[in-house]
C-alpha cells in the first residue's frame, strides 16, 4: 500500500515538485528541507530528521543572539502573559527534558484544545476559547514553549491529509532542540512532524 495515503508519519525522507510558483519566491532551506529549482517547478526534498547539513543558518554566527528573538513575546504569541506562563509550567511540572516537555505540551492541547475554524487573534484567545484551527493551534504552542524557555516558532507551508489524498495549507511549529530546529505539528500531535510538511513561509 501507499505509505503517503495510510502512513505518512512513517515515511523518513520525501520528495516533491511545485510547479506554478514565481522566481520571486523564497522557499526556505534548512538543516530538514532542501529546495532547488529544475525548469518551471521547485523541487523539495525533505527529511524528518536532519539532512546532515550541520546547524541551522539562524544560529550562526552569533550563538544565542541570533534565536534569541523565538523566545520573546509577541501580539499573537503572549507567552508572557500570566495565564500563558501559569498553565505551561503547570502541564510540564516535574518534566525535566526538555523534547518531554514540548511532548507533555502537546497531548495537553490534544485533550484540551478543540479543532475548529474560529478567529483567533492570539495564543490568549487560544487558550481562553479552547478553540482554533491550525494557527491558533501553532500561537498557543509556541506560546507555552517560549514560556518555559524553549525557542519556537510558526511555520506555514503545505501538509498532506491522507483522507483527503492530497495536500493543504497548514501552520505548524519549529522548536529548537539541542542546537537544531525540530518540526512539531500540535494539532496532528507529531514530535517530529512528518515529512509530508513542506515549509513555505517562516
Not at 515538485?17 to 534548512?30: F, K, Q, R
Not at 524528518?48 to 504569541?77: M, N, Q, V
Amino acid at each position: 500500500s501507499d505509505p503517503l495515503n495510510h502512513a505518512p508519519e512513517e515515511l523518513q525522507s520525501m520528495t516533491v515538485a511545485i510547479s506554478g510558483l514565481t522566481n520571486s519566491v523564497d522557499i526556505p532551506d534548512d538543516e530538514r528541507q532542501v529546495c532547488h529549482r529544475e525548469g518551471n517547478a521547485l523541487i523539495c526534498q525533505i527529511s524528518k530528521f536532519s539532512l546532515g547539513r550541520g546547524a541551522d543558518k539562524t544560529l550562526l554566527p552569533g550563538g544565542e543572539s541570533s534565536y534569541r528573538r523565538y523566545l520573546l513575546p509577541t501580539f499573537a504569541i503572549s507567552s508572557e502573559h500570566p495565564d500563558v506562563r501559569r498553565t505551561a509550567h503547570e502541564i510540564a511540572a516535574g518534566v525535566p527534558d526538555d523534547q518531554q516537555r514540548l511532548r507533555t505540551l502537546i497531548d495537553w492541547m490534544q485533550t484540551h484544545v478543540k479543532r475548529e475554524a474560529i478567529d483567533v487573534f492570539t495564543a490568549l484567545d487560544v487558550l481562553k476559547s479552547r478553540r482554533a484551527e491550525c494557527q491558533g493551534h501553532a500561537m498557543l504552542f509556541a506560546a507555552f514553549a517560549r514560556s518555559l524557555g524553549i525557542p519556537t516558532r510558526i511555520v506555514n507551508g503545505i501538509v498532506y491529509v491522507p483522507r483527503l489524498r492530497g495536500f493543504l495549507y497548514h501552520s505548524w511549529n519549529e522548536s529548537l532542540l539541542d542546537g537544531r530546529w525540530m518540526a512539531v505539528d500540535p494539532i496532528f500531535s507529531q514530535l517530529p512532524a512528518d515529512t509530508t510538511h513542506v515549509k513555505l513561509v517562516e
